[in-house]
């Protein structure tokens, strides 16, 4: 099972938009307000949608595309880390590892197995905001993947055993990927520690040791009833599908489902970021210094949304960025350079985090001092009609790239999560247009709005770790 504690994907997984961008130390004068553009789907859309809701709450997302002899099936529950009450940490991570185990008519290990056995790939990963399950099978084997998911939807076996169990794995986890590793995904956890004052939004989808290990099975049952009913739930079917076909199966199977009240959420409301955060912490796994620094972003699908998603790219979508030209070609601080801001797989406040390790000869303060003149720079001056078209295309492209993917693992997401945040998977198909109406203006706007001193936490990670030099002539 994958715990998402980055949140990049969908999209900007396939943008591979994760080099760096950078903050704004200096005051940028604001710019003239832009009014939002109008977004409108085009006329032939990119990717057909039928869109249902069963009568017990449940979803339902048919994309037929029968350029793959292959069927997609996720789904997508609206539960996720931010749910969690503090001590409570990893819940949603622990239950996600749970519904791989047992239900009423497959005993433990044979869901995947059935779909294994057929060649076909499964798995599940837990976000901040939902928690998903996906398999790609032949398309000839749907019918059977949608009577397995509605059989663990309904009669998931929650024991003592199978808690423990998972308890072990998620722990083992969580030391191997993050506790016991240099840097420990410091980007994802350590930055939205500091950078959120609300604990819904702070803690980390992985949850701590400590709360994994003290999990009980009376708690493991009470989140299945108030967060895995199938009213907060949707399916989406993606492939080479028989849409009547496909939708008299959803009905056969995950129609007699009876829903649920659904649990109680939190409060995400965070009081404004009015001060610059400066966190510094050692360590002692990692061998040089890293630094993070995070912006808090514009509510997802707004324009300044896709904005912020253009500049990211500006700033440092590739080889030709701004921030990689400065920090990596020019100046040689790092080899690399990292973004994260994913405004499709979040319903609650992010952030836009870039982050780098580098020569523990550079300071800081020198780093972060070119990183604000660019986005000074990026402020003051509209950008070329050649750059812009520049990072149209390759998002335009990344677009195509994800909806046409054998697998339709980013398509699934972006279906998935429309459906259970806005009720609207149709969304997709305005995502093109979206990105190109964002103006100069409206980046120079966005920048000047959230690139700024006030809306910034930095962390710096000192290196508790000898070099790699040191250690290879160092002796035992």
Not at 324 to 336: A, C, D, F, I, N
Request: glycine share 6%.
């Amino acid at each position: 099972m994958l715990l998402s504690i980055r949140t990049t994907g969908r999209l900007a997984l396939v943008l591979a938009s994760l080099a760096v961008a950078g903050c704004a130390s200096q005051s940028v004068a604001p710019v003239a307000a832009v009014a939002p553009p109008v977004v409108e789907a085009p006329a032939r859309p990119l990717v057909n949608i039928v869109a249902r809701t069963l009568g017990n709450g449940l979803k339902v997302v048919l994309a037929p595309d029968p350029s793959v002899p292959t069927a997609t099936v996720g789904v997508y529950y609206n539960v996720g880390s931010r749910v969690e009450a503090e001590g409570r940490s990893g819940y949603a991570h622990l239950f996600e590892h749970l519904m791989f185990q047992a239900s009423a008519n497959l005993p433990k290990g044979a869901f995947n197995a059935l779909i294994e056995s057929s060649g076909g790939v499964l798995n599940g990963s837990t976000h901040k905001d939902f928690t998903n399950y996906y398999q790609v099978v032949p398309s000839n084997l749907l019918e059977t993947v949608l009577w397995a998911e509605a059989d663990r939807m309904k009669g998931l076996a929650i024991t003592a055993e199978n808690l423990k169990n998972q308890q072990d794995v998620v722990i083992n986890e969580l030391k191997v990927r993050i506790l016991n590793r240099p840097y420990g995904e410091f980007m994802w956890i350590d930055v939205p520690r500091a950078a959120f004052r609300n604990y819904a939004n702070a803690h980390s989808p992985g949850g701590s040791v400590e709360d994994v290990a003290a999990a009980t099975l009376p708690e493991a049952v009470r989140f299945h009833e108030a967060f895995y009913p199938p009213n907060n739930a949707a399916l989406v079917i993606a492939g080479d599908i028989d849409v009547d076909q496909a939708w008299a199966w959803v009905q056969k199977y995950f129609g007699p489902i009876p829903p649920r009240p659904v649990g109680a959420r939190p409060d995400l409301a965070e009081p404004p970021q009015t001060a610059e955060i400066v966190v510094r912490r050692v360590d002692k796994l990692a061998p040089r210094p890293a630094l993070a620094l995070a912006y808090h972003a514009p509510a997802r699908g707004t324009p300044a949304a896709f904005a912020l998603d253009m500049i990211q790219e500006l700033l440092a979508g590739g080889d030709d960025s701004r921030l990689v030209q400065k920090l990596v070609r020019e100046k040689g601080y790092t080899s690399g350079v990292r973004a994260d801001f994913d405004q499709f797989s979040t319903a609650g406040p992010e952030l836009l985090t870039f982050g780098l390790i580098h020569d523990p000869a550079v300071a800081p303060a020198t780093i972060i001092a070119d990183v604000d003149a660019e986005i000074a720079a990026l402020a003051a001056t509209p950008v070329a009609d050649e750059e812009l078209a520049r990072i149209r295309t390759r998002i335009r492209s990344a677009l195509y790239d994800m909806v046409g993917s054998s697998t339709r693992f980013g398509l699934v997401d972006l279906l998935g999560t429309a459906a259970i945040f806005d009720n609207d998977p149709a969304a997709i198909n305005r995502i093109e247009a979206a990105y190109a109406a964002v103006t100069p203006a409206l980046i120079q706007q966005t920048v000047a709005r959230y690139l700024v001193p006030a809306q910034r936490t930095v962390m710096i990670v000192e290196a508790g770790a000898a070099p790699p030099a040191a250690r290879q002539g160092g002796g035992q």
